[in-house]
């Protein structure tokens, strides 16, 4: 086969057209991955409607930042994998890099990791972006601990859920602002569900900190969210957000001499810099799952490159119940 099927967006906000085009090769450093999974992140769908310069992909492009698969081919150096192996990672669809939903892809061996082995293709689909997102706020700004208070505002969606998790693991003590709808699936991972319509930043924090704050607040929503977490956070502790790019007074942090850490994960993608990380993270994220730690949760509706026009308009009505993925 020297050419392979993809999904194109021509132009902002238009139609996906199903194409052939000319199947990649592995170059140095890359494996060919034939793809058999894309999920699908709301940034996925800022990219196709032109409000995500940041990401730096113009159109006409091939979109999808996550994907899992099977090694087709290795190119010259790649020692770490081998034909078969099933494989996810977080690899295009940013910074002009083809992205997921393709037959194929030529990816940067250090950006991909071994599939945990207790996942479908499926399900290790939906992890690359928001484990490493949250992986990267979590475990390495703030080095959680057992005993703390973590507020995860955002908590029942993409990268919030497996925040949770992740902090449940290290034994804090961890709730969750997010709607009703996905108050009994928060508690199902081990945090205290806060019905954000319900209760105000005030409210719960009094009610649950004896108004002290929480010690760490991980933001996964910007804007008011990010409002909300300095409101939150207790004397000397620690504010992140994976969404923090408005502008906000920081003297709610100042007064009580807390710290603030963004996280950008796609800075490895669009600058080439420090990606064998994002293998590294993605091993250990692996590990956590096969030990039965941490579970992606999945929209029970399936796509396929096809339909990739409907499963984006899940995803844009906000009604998908979990991680929006496409199979190939």
Known sequence: ?????????????????????????????????????????????????????????????????????????????????????????????VGG????????????ADLIALKPRNLTLRQAAALPLIAITAWEGLEERTQVKAGQKVLVIGGGGGVGHIVVQMAVVAGAEVYAVDSSSKAAYILSIGATPIDYTKETTEDFVARYTDGKGFDIVYDTIGGRGLEAAFQAVTKFGHVV?????????????????????????????LTGEDRAHHGEVLKQVAQRVEAGMMMPNLDPRQFSLADVGEAYRLLESRQAEGKVVVEI
């Open 1 to 93: 086969m020297s050419s392979m099927k993809a999904a194109l967006v021509e132009a902002q906000n238009a139609e996906f057209t199903i194409a052939d085009i000319a199947k990649p090769v592995a170059e140095a450093g890359q494996i060919l991955v034939r793809i058999k999974a894309a999920a699908l992140n709301p940034l996925d769908t800022k990219i196709r409607a032109g409000e995500a310069a940041h990401a730096r992909h113009p159109l006409p492009a091939i979109l999808g930042i996550d994907m899992a698969g099977i090694v087709e081919a290795v190119g010259p150096g790649v020692i770490s994998f081998r034909v078969g192996d099933e494989i996810y990672g977080m690899t295009g669809g």
């Open 97 to 108: 890099l083809q992205g997921s939903l393709a037959e194929f892809a030529a990816v940067d």
């Open 241 to 269: 957000s994976s969404l923090g790019w408005g502008t906000h007074s920081l003297a709610p942090l100042s007064f009580k001499g807390a710290s603030y850490s963004g996280v950008f994960t796609l800075a490895p993608l």
